[in-house]
């Protein structure tokens, strides 16, 4: 959608004033938790191989464990963290980082959020049945003159519209106030660490030696 010039500047006010009126202070979020993982079972007589094993390891724990647990919980409580895996001063040790994202600030100024949930490529089925799940859908934020002409649309042509093919849908939310984002974010880094543990278990199973979570701990504040 283009805007010409002058309606582009009165939106541009427009968005400066809500800012400053709902202004929403990310500062007050407290730092989010730290996990400490002691990698195992990959002690090998060539320090190059066992640098290697201990670097695919991460890799894997990125891709199939980070990367989609942080698509559904951003679907689920509108909060998007960031992850960094760096090692600490102890030999095969990793400290994993969690960072609140916050690139989508201009949407939190409203007092309601406004999701944009999209089909994957390839994925079939009742979008509305599908919209929960971040394996199915992807999933943006948009402002409330786009959804309020979105409902528009749908009541007008609700009984043609066809939920197995219908490929875009929005939904209003309440925005998460600093309480519960921090709530959220706890809540979250927990659930990184019972993913990692049930990637540690199926990877490696019954063995003794093996990577290990030794500490959940709070990110000091600076």
């Known amino acids: 959608m283009s805007y010409s010039s002058s309606t582009l500047r009165e939106r541009i006010v427009e968005m400066t004033d809500t800012i400053r009126d709902n202004h929403f202070d990310f500062s007050k979020i407290n730092p989010p938790m730290e996990i400490i993982l002691q990698l195992r079972g990959f002690e090998n007589n060539s320090y190059a191989v066992q640098e290697e094993q201990e670097k695919h390891f991460c890799f894997q724990l990125v891709e199939q464990i980070f990367v989609p647990l942080r698509k559904q919980i951003r679907l689920d409580h509108n909060i998007d963290l ?5 090692k600490t001063e102890v030999p095969g040790q990793r400290r994993i980082s969690f960072y609140l994202n916050t690139a989508d600030v201009i949407y939190f100024q409203e007092k ?20 929960n799940d971040a394996r199915f859908v992807r999933m943006h934020y948009t402002h409330k003159e786009f959804y309020d002409k979105y409902r528009k649309e749908t ?9 197995n093919r219908k490929r875009r849908v929005m939904r209003k939310m309440k925005r998460p ?3 519960e984002i ?3 974010i706890n809540t979250s880094v927990l659930r990184f660490k019972d993913a990692i543990n049930e990637y540690i ?15 959940v701990f709070s990110k000091k504040i600076l």
């Open 177 to 179: 106030n600093i309480t």
């Open 82 to 86: 960031v992850i960094t895996i760096i």
């Open 155 to 163: 009541r007008r042509n609700q009984g043609a519209s066809n939920p």
């Open 112 to 131: 309601e959020l406004y999701q944009v949930i999209t089909r994957r490529e390839g994925v079939s089925g009742n979008i509305y049945e599908l919209m």
């Open 182 to 184: 921090n709530e959220s």
């Open 201 to 215: 278990e199926k990877s490696f199973g019954k063995v003794a030696v093996k990577p290990e979570i030794i500490g």
